[in-house]
């Protein structure tokens, strides 16, 4: 009997341990880790699997959800039950309708393809925002009384007390402004998050935070408190061109939700009875001004017993809520902090901070000193030839801070509230003693996204220059995808987002940050489909219908809906901004008529592509590189229809596939016809961005495909390996020719050093990417300070080719559910390696090279399968961790190419050495 027991023992064990050898982790809901203020009805639910097997599939899950952690029987609120499926990303809740105000815990398990069943794995939660606008109890209240306040006015502060009476279960606060904000409750700075409540298009979407501020309460007199700055919404944007673009007076609108252990429940609401005063600190704010503060202004303002007997009664206002919106986009934080690598006076003698890094945030200054004394931080990108600040490329943006001290004997410490500075250098005045690097910290400020990929490979330069694409995408990426962040414009121009969509996508997890930006691209499009320049549109006003579109910019409507499609595998993006894509083809597709050519709608052109004098901008001249605008606006009216066509295919709109194939095709036939000659030159134009565009997309017949990559390579060559492309051809180049066959033409221009080329910007010491090819010419003189961003990102999309041909890293199908890995080896490189965190896992791939050996290092995440391309290689020779490829498992099927052996594999880590075959003709 002992020993049967005993058996039995061992078998659950056994058992036990067979279902361990996979786990379930890395919980998210609508692509954040446990959200707090989620307007989601119907939230989507994605989980990873951790696990060593190879070719790991999942054949099931189970989704359950409660108000209570520990899933008590009572609080769950839906159990999906056992449902056969392997999907893991972006699964609905479908169950009862979820509460206002509410926070619900999720778990999940799944079983393998052998029915063995993991474990629960960790708790996840989410909290729901305000769900109605009925919800909202709170009313709007403004703390200015002029029609017209003056420009440059004083940060405003507004208080209100209350008591709690006893102990508080949970409290939620709900918190928007006309204006930036800052809250504080009992003293205490609410949330970490900054420069809310962010950038939208105001007058139709307007962004209000979630707060958990349970902790934050005590039991008697509390206090709450706000800041409220210029920000977006009142400063001077485009130029200075449109001060208080949205609105002239600031306002505020907050809401407290407590709930009592016993069950009651307490309101705290922005109403009449708050007060308000603009005595604080903050003397004067913009986003492109900076910041004046005097630290001994008004203090303690925000905690219960404050006498604000001298504060007057704010406002009620009756703006509407049904603008409203949850945040549903990743915070701006505080994300990294770094100090000065060197303290030096310039030849013109001023002391010069340099952060060793172009950044975007602020300083924080940690200064001792008499009181009345101000210190003043001004702000720049470079040095000029002679070693000194140069200010002039930012044109009328200050962006400068000023800080009157108090005399605090201990010492003082300051941030700024509401503004922020791309900069690299510091210019320090009126510091009292001896400026030390511990005075002077760098506070590196961008949408909280989290990194996802990784690049490095044999070359410093290349190196260096992936970590200024992700520098520039970091300083960049500041709420909104803007094209600078320094200058008097900091907007959102479509044409560079669309640029660089793909490249951010790998870098970072950028879904829900488009996800936001692409609703308000499409608030902002006008009835007719046409798409502005920048988003949130602040060259024109909001109703205006005839706004300027140009092709490359307003193609952002199409492009990057399609990327992020492809990327993360989110059809519900894909649904929501359908008629959006539609809208903006069908908008040119009127312009162009029954000619199909769309004449005019190329504004920009192929942007700042590289030519010698006389400046790009004369658009009277054509010099060689010119791309024809016309051919421009017609080959992208090409791809959006196309693009719009997949995306119907998708969501199974079938009559709206055909009909866009079908427009496709028809301005395929026109354009070959206009554009293309027999000989597969391309007319007007035979700049290398034309040849890029008709071949990537699709333009270029069949026949002359081979003819037009010539004639694309011999302008290369005779612009002995550079190349000439703009913003809209440089993001297809390199994959144009390694697609065709010039791999190796397009690793020189990679690792070309001398302009225009990626390497020159880091060989002059770049730490991003720049907006022009030679902004600082070899003698150190600079382009036209009118334009010349040194922080630009738009050139950074050559990092899409570093990693998925350098490194071979490809999507297969949308979301990474299947893989593609084909590295495209060189002789130039001796590794390449990149990884990215996708929606179900790790995927990395590594080569190695010495001589004709190459190793390759491949990760492959569980509930996905892959095709693995290893070229110039031998099926004989080929040896998977030491053994042959026929005793290998995990790989399904193998087959022979003329340039490769093809693998199908399942999940798992791969290693495979070969040894290189010779190439034909060679």
Not at 642 to 647: F, G, K, N, T
Not at 906 to 912: E, L
Request: proline share 5%; aromatic share 12%.
């Amino acid at each position: 009997m002992k020993i049967t027991s005993f058996l039995l023992l061992f078998c659950l064990a056994l058992f036990h341990l067979s279902a361990q050898n996979f786990t379930v982790g890395n919980l998210t809901c609508e692509h954040r880790l446990n959200p707090i203020g989620l307007d989601a009805k119907h939230p989507r639910f994605s989980w990873k699997i951790r696990t060593e097997q190879r070719a790991w599939r999942q054949s099931a899950f189970q989704i359950q959800v409660a108000t209570d952690a520990g899933f008590s029987e009572k609080s769950i609120v839906w159990d999906s039950g056992k449902v056969e499926s392997g999907a893991s990303v972006l699964q609905a809740y479908k169950g009862a309708a979820l509460h206002s105000g509410t926070r619900y815990h999720w778990r999940v398990k799944v079983w393998d393809e052998k029915g063995q069943e993991s474990a629960w794995s960790a708790t996840a939660f989410w909290d729901t925002a305000l769900l109605s606008h009925a919800d909202w109890k709170a009313s709007w209240i403004e703390p200015e009384r002029e029609a017209a306040p003056p420009r440059y006015s004083p940060a405003w502060m507004l208080r209100k007390e209350f008591v709690t009476t006893k102990d508080v279960a949970f409290a939620h606060a709900y918190v928007t402004a006309h204006g930036l904000y800052e809250l504080y409750i009992n003293g205490q700075k609410v949330g970490d998050e900054v420069l809310t409540p962010g950038w939208t298009t105001y007058y139709k979407r307007l962004q209000y935070q979630t707060y958990d501020v349970t902790k934050l309460l005590w039991e008697g007199p509390n206090a709450v408190g706000a800041m409220l700055g210029e920000g977006w919404y009142r400063s001077g944007l485009g130029w200075e061109k449109n001060w208080a673009f949205y609105g002239k007076k600031l306002a505020f609108l907050c809401q407290i939700h407590i709930r009592y252990t016993d069950g009651t429940e307490k309101w705290v609401v922005t109403d009449g009875s708050w007060k308000c005063s603009n005595e604080g600190p903050v003397r004067k704010n913009e986003i492109y001004y900076g910041e004046d503060y005097e630290a001994c202004r008004v203090g303690g303002w925000h905690r219960a017993g404050y006498d604000d007997s001298q504060w007057k009664y704010a406002e009620r206002a009756n703006y509407p809520k049904s603008d409203l919106i949850a945040a549903s986009s990743v915070p701006v934080r505080k994300i990294q902090e770094i100090k000065p690598v060197r303290i030096f006076k310039t030849p013109k003698g001023e002391l010069v901070a340099d952060m060793g890094q172009n950044m975007v945030g602020w300083i924080r200054l940690k200064v001792k000193g008499k009181r009345g004394r101000t210190v003043t931080l001004r702000h720049a990108e470079v040095l000029d030839k002679n070693g000194n600040f140069y200010t002039d490329n930012l044109r009328s943006a200050k962006q400068q801070l000023r800080y009157t001290l108090c005399g605090v004997k201990q010492g003082e410490i300051y941030e700024p509230h509401f503004t922020f500075m791309g900069f690299r250098y510091v210019a320090v005045e009126g510091y009292p003693g001896k400026l030390t690097p511990d005075a002077l910290t760098g506070i590196v400020v961008h949408s909280d996204m989290t990194p996802t990929g990784t690049f490095e490979c044999s070359h410093p330069l290349v190196n260096q220059l992936q970590h200024n694409i992700l520098w520039g995408q970091k300083g960049n990426f500041v709420d909104i995808p803007t094209d600078c962040p320094q200058r008097d414009e900091r907007m959102g121009w479509t044409g560079d987002a669309q640029a660089f969509a793909r490249a951010a996508a790998f870098n970072m997890d950028v879904a829900a940050f488009f996800t936001k930006w692409l609703q308000d691209l499409a608030a902002e499009q006008r009835p007719g489909g046409a798409v502005p320049f920048v988003i949130p549109d602040v060259l024109d006003r909001p109703d205006s219908m005839n706004v300027g579109v140009s092709a490359g910019w307003g193609d952002a409507a199409v492009i990057i809906p399609w990327t992020m499609y492809e990327v993360y595998g989110d059809r519900q993006l894909l649904e929501r901004q359908y008629a959006s894509m539609k809208a903006y083809v069908d908008y040119i597709h009127k312009k162009s008529g029954d000619s199909l050519i769309w004449k005019g709608g190329s504004v920009f052109g192929d942007w700042l592509f590289y030519h010698p004098s006389p400046d790009h901008l004369d658009y009277h001249v054509q010099p060689d590189a010119h791309t024809n605008h016309d051919f421009i606006s017609t080959a992208f009216f090409a791809h959006g229809a196309d693009l719009v066509s997949r995306a119907a295919t998708v969501l199974g709109k079938t009559e709206d596939a055909d009909f866009y194939k079908d427009l496709y095709e028809k301005i395929k036939k026109t354009f070959v016809h206009e554009f293309i000659t027999p000989s597969g030159r391309t007319i007007s134009s035979a700049s290398q961005t034309s040849y890029v565009l008709a071949l990537h997309f699709g333009l270029m017949p069949e026949h002359l495909r081979p003819a037009a990559v010539i004639f694309l390579k011999q302008d290369i060559l005779r612009k002995k390996k550079h190349l000439s492309t703009g913003f809209l051809g440089t993001p297809y180049l390199c994959h144009v020719l390694s697609e065709n066959g010039e791999s190796d033409l397009a690793y020189d221009l990679l690792l070309q050093e001398t302009y225009p080329s990626w390497l020159y910007p880091v060989k002059m010491g770049a730490t991003t990417i720049w907006e022009r090819w030679d902004g600082q010419k070899p003698d150190s003189t600079f382009q036209t300070p009118g334009m010349n961003s040194f922080n630009h990102y738009a050139y950074g999309a050559i990092g899409d080719w570093m990693y998925q041909a350098v490194a071979g890293l490809r999507q297969g199908e949308p979301g990474y559910k299947h893989i593609v890995i084909e590295p495209h080896l060189t002789d130039k490189l001796t590794y390449a390696k990149a990884s990215y965190q996708s929606s179900y896992g790790e995927i990395a791939s590594g080569w190695e090279r010495t001589g004709d050996k190459v190793a390759l290092r491949v990760t492959i995440p569980p509930n996905t399968t892959a095709t693995i391309r290893l070229p110039r290689a031998d099926t004989k020779e080929v040896r998977e961790s030491g053994a042959p490829l026929s005793a290998t498992s995990g790989i399904k099927a193998a087959s022979v190419a003329e340039k490769w052996i093809e693998l199908e594999v399942g999940s798992g880590k791969y290693s495979f050495e070969w040894t290189l075959k010779p190439e034909k003709g060679r």
